[in-house]
Each structure stands twice: as C-alpha cells, then as structure tokens.
C-alpha cells in the first residue's frame, strides 16, 4: 500500500544512506516524530534508544537492528525505539565510534598481556583485512569486539540521560499542543451553539 511507484536502485538506497533525498532536517523531524507518537513510558522509549545507539559500537554491522531488538527484549524497554536509536550510529559517525572501540580494546587487550594491535598494515585492502581476519582474528576484530561492546554498554547511561531529557520535553510540548487544539475545538464549538 505504502510502497514506492518505482522502486531505488541498490546506488540510490546507498546515496539515501548518506544523504537523504527529504533532506537531514526533514529526515531528523520525521525520526522525532515517530519517538514522541510512540505509546510507552518516557523511561522504556530512552532506555530503548540508550541501547540502540550503545549497540552502534559494535563492528558487527549487519546485526545492529538484530542486537538492539533483542537487548530491548532482555530489557523490557521499548523495541520500536532501540531500532531507531542504531541510527546514531551512521556512516558520518561509525568511523569515530569504530575508532574508539578499537583503540581501547587494544589498550585493554595490551594491559592483559594479550597479543592486539591497534594499527593496520600501510597499505590495506579487502585481501589483507580479510586475510589478517581469517588468520590472527585475535589482533584487530577481538579487540574491536571488546572494546566495542565495552564502550556500548558504559555509554548507555550517557545516551539515557540525554534521550530521556529530550524524549521528556518533545512530549509535554506535544501534551500542550493537543490541549490547545482541543481547547480551540470547544471553543468553536461553543460558539457555534450561540
């Protein structure tokens, strides 16, 4: 019902991903608008974006929405918004996310005397990354992984905090919003009786 007329090509999806055709500003109200109509606490619709966006560290890509959906199960937070909290993790911000997760999985990997490397060979490709990732896993993925999940999991606080502040207020202003609707409504209605 609500599909596409002619459906995008594998590159428009891709040029979607980085710059969407409604613009950033239209595509961040769209995402604001669907958290405040969701039904739920303020409490479970922030810890579900806390743990979406927290899941974001992961290098494990094609299972962020998997990861986020079955944290917010575990959790009893709101499913619908730990989808949409793994878009803080996009490819403007994966490269710094992706960089601190693996920087401090190699620290912490070093300071246990496990075998990590933070810096990758001078000229990489998909064979060498491949071939580092089949062979010795343990130097760059294992660090990543761990540091990842470690800096997911300590971060969720921090995105708690700012999403339930911003989920908070965007749903009082909506609360005000529907009662001078309806207050105008009777308004009118009362003045139509006369």
Do not use: C
Not at 27 to 45: E, G
Not at 125 to 134: A, E, H, K, Q
């Amino acid at each position: 019902m609500f599909q596409r007329r002619v459906p995008r090509t594998i590159i428009q999806n891709i040029k979607e991903l980085f710059w969407p055709s409604m613009g950033w500003l239209r595509a961040l109200r769209y995402t604001k608008m669907r958290v405040i109509r969701l039904s739920d606490t303020t409490h479970n619709i922030a810890l579900g974006l806390a743990i979406g966006a927290g899941v974001s560290f992961s290098p494990l890509l094609g299972t962020h929405f998997i990861q986020a959906g079955a944290f917010a199960f575990i959790t009893r937070s709101n499913f619908i918004s730990a989808l949409i909290g793994t878009f803080v993790g996009n490819p403007w911000t994966f490269p710094f996310m992706w960089w601190a997760a693996i920087s401090f999985g190699s620290s912490l990997f070093n300071m246990l005397g496990l075998p990590a490397s933070a810096t990758l060979p001078e000229h990489v490709d998909w064979n060498v990354m491949w071939d580092i990732m089949r062979h010795d896993p343990i130097r760059i993925f294992l660090p990543w992984l761990a540091g990842g999940y470690i800096l997911g999991v300590a971060s969720i606080p921090i995105y708690y905090v700012i999403f339930y502040q911003l989920v908070k207020g965007a749903k009082k202003a909506r609360k005000r919003v529907r009662e001078k609707s309806i207050h105008r409504i009777a308004k009118d209605m009362t003045g139509q009786k006369k």
